[in-house]
């Protein structure tokens, strides 16, 4: 079956610890994001990837990280939570080529105490 | 960078009765404009895309929007709504294939 997985799914940790949220696809896309979903505010789009080994900003990107070092896993790295990183993250991928429509993972709920 | 603005946070409709969904975004140059659904606890799902052509596209489930430039909207439309319809509604667009930006979401409530 062609998904986007992540895990976890929920997760709470405490401030300044550092955490990784790994997302893999099988669908061999060329191109992953990931996004945070906060009420009232939307998706923003934190960074994505064109391929393995190139990494861009989106919107969103101050206190994450991210790196492509294999085309099916992105993982996000928060190498300090602060509470205000509390909130729903999604993976999401991409074949490239005109397309555009995206694929999105079933969201990481992250609470940074 | 673009914006996009869901003006209506929550819209209820009565099962059978049609609905609209608004999405504006903000510039004019070429844009692709994206409508996604998201139910309950799930990721998101794409219902329809506008790429380029026809202004009106159809998608998935008897949703369609129409792509107006001049007034820079992508209005979403359905005839008659069903209970399973209720979800979360986003608006999304991008102007070059790479970022996104999607709108505040609109919660819509299918009333029996």
């Known amino acids: 079956e062609a998904q986007v997985t992540q895990n976890p799914r929920y997760l709470i940790t405490v401030t300044g610890k550092k955490l990784t949220v790994t997302c893999s696809q099988n669908m061999n896309h060329e191109y992953m994001s990931w996004y945070r979903q906060d009420p009232g505010l939307g998706l923003r789009q934190i960074y994505y990837s064109m391929n393995v080994e190139v990494t861009d900003k989106g919107d969103v990107p101050e206190g994450y990280k991210v790196s492509r070092k294999e085309k099916r896993n992105f993982p996000l790295i928060l190498e300090s939570p602060s509470p205000n990183q509390t909130s729903l993250y999604f993976c999401?991928?991409?074949?490239?080529?005109?397309?555009?429509?995206?694929?999105f993972g079933p969201g990481t709920r992250l609470t940074v105490t | 960078a673009q914006s996009v603005t869901q003006l209506d946070s929550q819209v209820p409709v009565f099962e059978e009765a049609p609905v609209e969904l608004r999405c504006n975004y903000s510039s004019s140059v070429s844009v692709y404009l994206f409508w996604y659904v998201q139910y309950p606890n799930q990721g998101l799902q794409l219902l329809l895309k506008?790429?380029?052509?026809?202004?009106l596209v159809k998608g998935i489930n008897g949703f369609e929007a129409e792509f107006n430039k001049s007034q820079t909207s992508f209005h979403l439309r359905k005839p008659s709504v069903h209970i399973s319809d209720t979800a979360e509604y986003f608006c999304a667009v991008s102007d070059s294939g790479n970022q996104f930006y999607f709108g505040t979401g609109t919660s819509l409530t299918v009333i029996p």
């Open positions: 506008y790429l380029s052509g026809s202004t």
């Open positions: 999401a991928s991409q074949r490239t080529g005109g397309s555009y429509e995206q694929y």
